[in-house]
């Protein structure tokens, strides 16, 4: 799977253009027409109709109202704000520290009960020790260019986990063994992160698999993704977190979540592999 800064809020615009396009269809309208009805230039329909500009509120009432369908305004509207909110830039959301970006998805993680979790080169966050996560932040203050409010991040991004513990709330987690062999830090912040994740794979909630990095395949990933319940996939870019809603999207996110696992070894044979890992570290 790959995903470009800002392919997913891309094409969920064209989804809603082409909602647009089959209303002012089935209003019997040519798109001049429409044009005609709104007071836009012509080419403005078309723009809006492609995805290739983003459709405000008044766009919306204006462009149901002229194909006599009122009620579908709600929804497109709703459709509309969603793909705004799908793109948001870190830069932007870090300007006064990286505690606030840790903490918001806080309520995310309170009201979902299903976690699908994918990652390819890095331990996931619902699991990272206070150390790992020291060892990785730094670089980020830098590249981002905003205040460095380390220890109050780390608690936050901590706080996170408490979702672990929660009754009714069940993980399904996928790792490329890579995960295991990245250094963030040194070895001794490596090998106290593989030492936690022997212990969170205790838990009775977490199923977690790995997939061994000689296995035979049929599909690789090149991005990490998490899936809450079956409403909401989020994916992070250097710059940025996408958040996908479409439901069509998502599911195409559980296909490929499904055949990610299937190489993928449990129990037994996942804490082989984590033991190898913490045996070379200890060379």
Excluded at 92 to 113: D, F, I, N, V, W
Aim: hydrophobic share 40%; with cysteine; charged share 25%.
């Amino acid at each position: 799977m790959s995903t470009s800064p800002n392919s997913a809020a891309r094409k969920a615009q064209q989804a809603l253009g082409l909602r647009l396009r089959e209303l002012r269809k089935d209003a019997g309208l040519s798109g001049r027409a429409l044009a005609d009805a709104t007071g836009w230039h012509f080419t403005r329909v078309s723009k809006l109709e492609n995805g290739v500009q983003a459709a405000s509120d008044r766009d919306i009432r204006a462009w149901c109202a002229a194909c006599e369908c009122d009620n579908q305004v709600p929804d497109l509207i709703a459709q509309a704000r969603s793909i705004e909110s799908m793109y948001v830039e870190f830069r932007r959301r870090t300007r006064a520290g990286m505690k606030q970006l840790m903490l918001s998805p806080l309520p995310l993680y309170e009201r979902t009960t299903t976690f699908r979790i994918y990652e390819h080169n890095a331990i996931p966050g619902i699991f990272q020790t206070a150390e790992y996560i020291r060892a990785m932040l730094p670089f980020w203050f830098d590249f981002l260019d905003t205040h460095n409010d380390l220890e109050e991040s780390v608690a936050a991004r901590l706080e996170r986990q408490a979702a672990l513990y929660q009754a009714g709330k069940t993980f399904s987690v996928i790792l490329e063994e890579p995960c295991l062999h990245v250094r963030l830090g040194n070895a001794g912040v490596l090998t106290g992160q593989l030492d936690r994740l022997l212990s969170v794979m205790a838990l009775p909630n977490i199923s977690l698999g790995i997939v061994p990095s000689d296995v035979d395949r049929d599909v690789i990933g090149t991005a990490g993704f998490w899936i809450f319940d079956n409403k909401i996939v989020k994916l992070e870019t250097p710059t940025a977190s996408i958040q996908v809603d479409q439901p069509q999207e998502i599911a195409l996110y559980e296909r490929m979540f499904d055949q990610l696992r299937k190489p993928a070894v449990y129990g037994r044979e996942a804490r082989r592999l984590i033991l190898s890992a913490l045996e070379r570290l200890a060379r």
